[in-house]
């Protein structure tokens, strides 16, 4: 093993054969036909991806890597789940977001130490996973610190698990720089979804991100260390690409250091294959003890976020329902079910391997997946207000799933939000909120994190709401609406949105822009 990794390919051609870009996931009204998710024709100008409604307009072979992924289709995460062993402990670089007792914030929420397993333990706990989730079909390596600074144990699990659980689908996420030494290796075992993230392309402003790294047993400091990290990045995102490896590049927006430069990251991993471009917000709270919580840079506002996500639009397809989950998370993006899964309670489980009960539980998700497209489709024929003009606004929407205003207000830790024209409706991501509803009762002291939360949006679509929360929201300028409870969520929000311009329209009411909204981090999730 050791000699197989120590003798990594340098050879894979960096030629690009890019894939084809995706498609995002505007969904327009009825008689326009449904722009549908990740396709690989287009892309240009679209506001999301990771997505797709069907197979149509991409590759079968894509179709086939994206369609249960939970992270490269938005559509598929509300069906699919994932999960991350946390058996790479060690890193090789150190960024200014990072405090090496939290996870890695590469592809972490920073603040919940790892449960740190070995490759042994790992894929035990996968395939319990595996037999208790039959819906979880993508095995992450996330850190907690970086992949590929601890190969042996990260290819010992992923050997492993193509042997025993060979349905699984297998992802890498990596800061990069060991990344070109391990190409032959990710093809060997099937890895066909790397993560690289990369923050910067300019040694300027990596050196920001950047203190030092280790490198051919050396370390090296500043602008030189930035710059062998991004022509490693770039080289490795390049073999990727020509081995038909699926890329997606994550990116931490840090207001005032990449925050302009974000836009060649997209384009640059772009022109170099990348399937998906996730922009995330910094996390830098003082208690996690990283230099920029310290140094007290701050992350962005939602506002900020969407802004530099907009801007991006036309290059790389951008990934908006990214939940920077933790290292050892297990479930559907934005649950977390770890705690069901420590060593010692997995100990005590009877596991068996079924791939045929996977499989037959899978034909079933897939049937109600399409069963739930085929009535959002219904449902959104029937909207027929299509008045042309300029107005757009935000709403939140309390779901629990199925596509649908289906949460009561005060049980949701977190809403979608979706950006209303008269003649669409396009996901724009998830704001994580603290639990209204504690113990049976409203929290009012929770209500003003919430309004914070939301406060960009005119409304917040909810299947129920009590009384108080109706009027504090009200006050704050965001209407609570619960006349389409059960409805699907694109349907509710035009419609709602065609009454709104008609009162505005009658004097009713007056059309004001909002303001800007925070996003909430370490929000509370627990029911
Ligand atoms: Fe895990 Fe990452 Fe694979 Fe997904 S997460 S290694 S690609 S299976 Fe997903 Fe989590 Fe965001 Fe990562 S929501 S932090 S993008
Ligand atoms: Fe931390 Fe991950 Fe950066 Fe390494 S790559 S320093 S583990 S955030």
Known sequence: MESALETASQNASPSLSRL???????????????????GTTGGEGKASCGTSDGPDDMSPEVWEKVKNHPCYSEEAHHHYARMHVAVAPACNIQCNYCNRKYDCSNESRPGVVSQKLTPDQAVKKVIAVASEIPQMTVLGIAGPGDALASPQKTFETFRQ?????????????TNGLMLPDFVDEICKYNIDHVTITINMIDAEVGEKIYPWIFYNHKRY?????????TERQML???????RGVLTKINSVLIPGVNDKHLYEVNRAVKSRGAFLHNIMPLISEAEHGTVYGLTGQRGPSAQELKEVQDACMGGANLMRHCRQCRADAVGLLGEDRSDEFTLDQIEQ???VYDLEKRRAYQENVEAERQAQQNAKHTALATVTDRAEDNMKVLVAVATTGGGKVNEHFGHATEFQIHEITTTSTTFVGHRRVDLYCQGGFGEDEQLPSIVNAINDCH??????IGACPREELLAAGIEPVDAYAHEFIEKAALTWFADYRARVAKGEIVHKERGDAAIRQGAFMAA
């Open 161 to 173: 698990l193509q042997e025993q659980a060979p349905d699984i689908k297998l992802c890498l996420s």
């Open 20 to 38: 084809k870009p995706l498609t995002g996931i505007k969904i327009e009204v009825a008689g326009q036909p449904e722009s549908s998710g990740c």
């Open 236 to 242: 490795g995102l390049e073999m990727l690409t020509a």
């Open 221 to 229: 400091y500043g602008r030189e260390a930035a710059q062998i990290l």
């Open 459 to 464: 409304a917040v679509l909810v299947a129920k």
């Open 349 to 351: 489980m009877d596991v």
